[in-house]
C-alpha cells in the first residue's frame, strides 16, 4: 500500500511530536489515548517501546471501533528519563515533576 493512500495517525498530545512531524509536509491527524503507563519492562529501551506500543495500540483500536480504521498509519513515541537504574515516566503533577527534577538535578542521565 502507498503511503499517500494512507492515512497517517500521530498517537501523541505532545507539540514538539506534533511539530517534528509537521516537518514532513504530509497530512495527518493527532489522536490520543489515556493509557496506564505500566510495563513489566525493568530495561528503559524495553520499557520505552513497550508504553509507546501500548499508546499506538490503543488510539489503532479506538479507531477500529470508530469505523476510521481503515488504511491509517499509526505513530507512536515515548521518552523516558533513566537514572542510577529508575525509570521517569510522566511527571503525575506539578509536585512530582519538581521531585524529578531535584533527583536529576546535577546529574547525567539517560533520555530514551
Known amino acids: 500500500m502507498v503511503l499517500n493512500k494512507l492515512k497517517l495517525v500521530l498517537a501523541s498530545k505532545s507539540p514538539?511530536?506534533?511539530?517534528l512531524l509537521g516537518y514532513l509536509n504530509i497530512p495527518f491527524e493527532i489522536?490520543?489515548?489515556?493509557i496506564d503507563e505500566i510495563s513489566s519492562h525493568d530495561d528503559p529501551k524495553l520499557y520505552c517501546?513497550?508504553?509507546?506500543?501500548?499508546?499506538g495500540r490503543a488510539v489503532f483500536y479506538?479507531?477500529?471501533?470508530?469505523?476510521?480504521?481503515?488504511?491509517i498509519f499509526v505513530i507512536s513515541s515515548d521518552t523516558i528519563v533513566f537514572l542510577e537504574g529508575k525509570i521517569y515516566g510522566k511527571p503525575k503533577d506539578k509536585d512530582d515533576a519538581r521531585k524529578i527534577l531535584l533527583e536529576l538535578s546535577?546529574?547525567?542521565h539517560t533520555v530514551f
Do not use: H, L, M, V
Not at 31 to 34: I, K, L, M, R, V
Open 62 to 71: 479506538k479507531r477500529i471501533k470508530e469505523s476510521s480504521a481503515k488504511n
Open 106 to 108: 546535577g546529574k547525567t
Open 49 to 55: 517501546e513497550d508504553i509507546a506500543e501500548q499508546k
Open 31 to 34: 489522536d490520543s489515548c489515556d
Open 16 to 19: 514538539r511530536r506534533k511539530e
